[in-house]
């Protein structure tokens, strides 16, 4: 998976999560746009399961989380996730 596909991937959850299609920049801070701690969970259960990984409770912060950006660093570099 490249890294636009997973871009693509995780705003589609974000969507889901919102009940609502959303355009957002890759890098707009999610928090701003209506996600809060809960629904950030969702979409973190979701994204593990898509990939069967088990994100450690040390990655679960705000740098990681606060963009699509961030998200897709994260899976990608430390996680190594495929599509």
Not at 17 to 43: A, Q, W
């Amino acid at each position: 998976m490249d890294n636009l596909e997973l871009k693509k991937l995780i705003l589609e959850k974000v969507s889901n999560s919102l009940g609502r299609e959303v355009k957002l920049k890759y890098d707009t801070n999610l928090l701003n746009e209506g996600i809060n701690s809960l629904l950030l969970i969702e979409i973190i259960v979701e994204l593990e399961e898509v990939f069967s990984i088990e994100i450690l409770d040390d990655d679960l912060t705000t740098d990681n989380f606060n963009s699509i950006d961030s998200i897709s660093n994260l899976l990608l570099n430390k996680y190594k996730v495929v599509y």
